[in-house]
């Protein structure tokens, strides 16, 4: 039964890691054809692949797709899972994990544009793993998949965005073998809905999801509510924070708070944001949904749009 276990697991976490690999060349793919996006403009120009972003990414949002690497202090593991049991893991209100993230957001089609804004059809998709740091062998904890149809419009002041996502969760090999624990597979399909105003520097937003498919019952939905602010400081630099609530139905109802501030380095090529996190709350892995965690710690995340 163990032999069999592990090897169920060994090949579920090898499928994670052909995906991650057919992910990163699509991406690439895509990326090598499509131009940098700015922030939020939409001129008239090319209608594939446009210059075009209307719906800025939330800042605080843990499971957006981006490019970075980071590290955080969590207590994840400090309580009993639900539903799960696992042997005790020492120092585990303390227990430090890294961070590695790849995916982007492409603007591929330019639907229409008019005054101060436009509609844009886009694609997200990205992978979000994260791996224990006090381990030498940096033990995998899990992965979580995304993968986003999303049509993005801004009119003046206020943007939208709507999107069919579909997203999956993984478990580490490494963390099976060691604590026996049991896989959830959590799976499925959402439609989501936000609606955006900019105010000065600031940006509120607010807007939830409605389940399509699920392999978990009680996921019906989230309702979701944050800012974003952004200041230029003096030449290339930006200070930029954001804050985010949320309450989802497969989380029990339970809150889920999660807050950024930092600063940008803005360059012709690109941009990269050293970032501090904060999250508190139902887990924001696929994994452990039901699970309570807090965490804080750093990020360097990478753009090559300016």
């Known amino acids: 039964?163990?032999?069999?276990?592990?090897?169920?697991?060994?090949s579920g976490w090898r499928d994670a890691g052909r995906q991650t690999i057919a992910l990163a060349a699509a991406l690439l793919a895509l990326a090598a054809f499509a131009r940098p996006a700015r922030a939020q403009g939409c001129a008239d120009g090319d209608a594939i692949f446009p210059d075009c972003r209307p719906f800025r990414e939330r800042l605080a949002d843990p499971s957006t797709p981006r490019i970075a690497v980071g590290a955080i202090v969590t207590?994840?593991?400090?309580?009993?899972?639900?539903?799960?049991?696992?042997?005790?893991?020492?120092?585990?209100?303390?227990?430090?994990?890294g961070i590695a993230a790849l995916g982007t957001t492409l603007s591929l089609v330019r639907l229409a544009s008019w005054p101060e804004g436009g509609g844009v059809l886009g694609l997200e998709g990205g992978v979000i793993e994260r791996f224990r740091l006090e381990l030498?062998?940096?033990?995998a904890v899990a992965a979580d998949w995304r993968v986003a149809l999303r049509l993005d419009a801004r009119r003046g002041p206020y943007s939208l965005r709507a999107s069919v996502a579909h997203r999956s969760a993984h478990l580490g090999d490494e963390l099976i073998e060691s604590t026996g624990i049991r896989r959830l597979r959590v799976t499925g399909e959402a439609f989501e809905l936000l609606l955006a105003r900019?105010?000065?520097p600031a940006r509120v937003y607010a807007g939830g999801s409605r389940t399509l498919r699920s392999t978990y019952p009680g996921g019906?939905?989230?309702?979701?509510?944050?800012?974003d602010f952004s200041w230029p400081v003096a030449g290339p630099l930006t200070m930029v924070a954001g804050a985010e609530w949320e309450r989802a139905a497969l989380a029990g109802e339970d809150n889920r708070l999660s807050a950024v501030a930092g600063v940008v380095l803005h360059g012709r090529a690109g941009r990269a944001t050293l970032a501090a996190r904060y999250f508190d709350g139902p887990s924001a892995l696929g994994e452990f949904f039901a699970d309570q965690e807090r965490y804080w710690g750093f990020e360097l995340v990478l753009d090559p749009r300016s």
């Not at 039964?1 to 060994?10: F, I, L, P, Q, T």
């Open 198 to 200: 900019a105010v000065g």
């Open 75 to 97: 207590n994840l593991f400090e309580g009993p899972l639900s539903g799960r049991s696992i042997p005790p893991i020492p120092d585990a209100q303390r227990d430090v994990q």
């Open 1 to 10: 039964m163990a032999r069999a276990a592990r090897a169920n697991s060994v």
């Open 220 to 227: 019906t939905g989230a309702v979701r509510a944050g800012a």
């Open 136 to 139: 030498p062998t940096n033990d």
